[in-house]
């Protein structure tokens, strides 16, 4: 059986909450991210499941990435998991992002065909942060030569990685995307998150 819902603009908590309810959280970070050996929370009760999303995304742009090794997580089954975490700032989707999960006896994708956000600027043009938990496998960057792979740009550029040329390919096993504001007032209704497309459930 199949559901398919109709093509319009998605909201992280939304959208991607609806999906995958443990999978995201649009809270504020913690100031120890990926700074302590204790596990994070990453907002909870919005933890991230066990079964990781795999995102991929033909063409992209942000204005750095930063890569910090050996994070560990906890997950909503109560486990946890040492994995990589990947801040990006002013991250914008050029083309094609698609997220798969496959758990639990069903399959959830969410498929943004065009152009969307997982944070670029907010109404007053400040910059946003999306923070990624888990495994990117590959993604490739334009210098003068195409360049891919997470391990060989941390090699060319060190832990500060250029994506203003934008980048291509990216594929990851994800479990847990986030994406905030750091500049918003309190009243704020800003939303970094724009996703426009379609959620499909398949279920055996």
Not at 32 to 52: H, I, K, S
Not at 60 to 86: F, K, W
Not at 155 to 175: K, M, N
Request: aromatic fraction near 6%; proline fraction near 7%.
């Amino acid at each position: 059986m199949t559901r398919r819902a109709p093509s319009k603009p998605l909201a992280v908590t939304t959208a991607l909450l609806l999906a995958v309810a443990t999978a995201f959280w649009s809270g504020q970070p913690s100031s120890a991210a990926g700074r302590t050996a204790a596990p994070q929370p990453l907002g909870v009760p919005f933890l991230p499941a066990p079964d990781p999303l795999h995102v991929t995304i033909a063409s992209m742009v942000a204005v750095s990435m930063t890569v910090d090794r050996n994070v560990t997580i906890r997950l909503s089954d109560g486990t946890t998991r040492t994995t990589t975490q990947y801040t990006f700032t002013k991250l914008k989707i050029r083309s094609h992002m698609n997220v798969t999960q496959r758990a639990a006896g069903h399959t959830v994708t969410i498929d943004v065909p065009n152009e969307g956000s997982l944070g670029g600027y907010d109404s007053a043009g400040k910059p946003e942060t999306t923070t990624m938990w888990g495994n990117i496998t590959n993604v490739c960057v334009r210098v003068l030569v195409k360049i891919c792979g997470v391990q060989g740009l941390l090699d060319f550029f060190g832990s500060l990685i250029p994506l203003t040329a934008g980048a291509e390919d990216f594929v990851g096993d994800i479990y847990a995307i986030r994406t905030v504001d750091d500049h918003a007032a309190l009243d704020s209704t800003d939303n970094p998150v724009h996703l426009p497309g379609t959620i499909t459930v398949t279920v055996p």
